[in-house]
Structure formats: C-alpha cells, structure tokens
Nanobody, 118 residues
Framework: QVQLVESGGGLVQPGGSLTLSCVAS????????MAWYRQAPGKERELVAH???????NYTDSVKGRFTISRDNTQNSVYLQMNNLQPEDTAVYYC????????????WGEGTLVTVSS
C-alpha cells in the first residue's frame, strides 16, 4: 500500500505565498508521475500541475507563472510553491501518484485546504 500525506495549507491573503508538501511512503515507486490537483467548493477536481519521474513539468493555464512544482526523489516528496495567490485559488489541494508496473497504479492523498482571503 502507498500513503501520500500533504501539508502546508492554510489561510493566506491575496498576493501571498504558500508551499505545499506531499510525502509518499509504503510501496511507493520513486519514478512515479506526481501531481497536484485541487477542488474548489461546488466544482470538480482539476489538475493543477504534474511532474514526471524525469522532472518534466506541466501546468494548467491559470497557474502558469505563479505556481512551481518540484520533487525530491531521495525524500519521496513533491512540492507546490504557490505565489501571488488569488481568491480563486481557494480549494482543497490533493497530491497524487501514478505509475504502471504489471498494473496501473493511482494513489491520492487526503488533501490540504488552501484559503485565500483578506
């Protein structure tokens, strides 16, 4: 089994910054594609950013230039640096991990709440 634990959420004013962390444990494959998703109240979960095992990244348009995803394979961790946060970034942020060995694997964390408000 694989566990993903997020941390770093909280309340921040518009224009502020936060860094989210996600640590994986258990039978985790260090080359997994890691991603951050978010789900705002009343909306569907959306992909924010992902990072492949080789470090390639991709971002949804609304966060390009403001958010940075990174990973530390030695710590089985992925991070999301969020700058210039806006009220529309308010959501529960979830970490995920994906890989395929003899079966496709997909795991979710429990999420961490980010609230952007003055």
């Amino acid at each position: 089994q694989v566990q993903l634990v997020e941390s770093g959420g909280g309340l921040v004013q518009p224009g502020g910054s936060l860094t989210l962390s996600c640590v994986a444990s258990g039978s985790f494959y260090s080359g997994a594609t890691m991603a951050w998703y978010r789900q705002a109240p009343g909306k569907e979960r959306e992909l924010v950013a992902h990072i492949a095992g080789d470090g390639r990244t991709n971002y949804t348009d609304s966060v390009k230039g403001r958010f940075t995803i990174s990973r530390d394979n030695t710590q089985n961790s992925v991070y999301l640096q969020m700058n210039n946060l806006q009220p529309e970034d308010t959501a529960v942020y979830y970490c995920s991990a994906d890989w395929t060995d003899y079966l496709p694997r997909h795991y979710w964390g429990e999420g961490t709440l980010v609230t952007v408000s003055s």
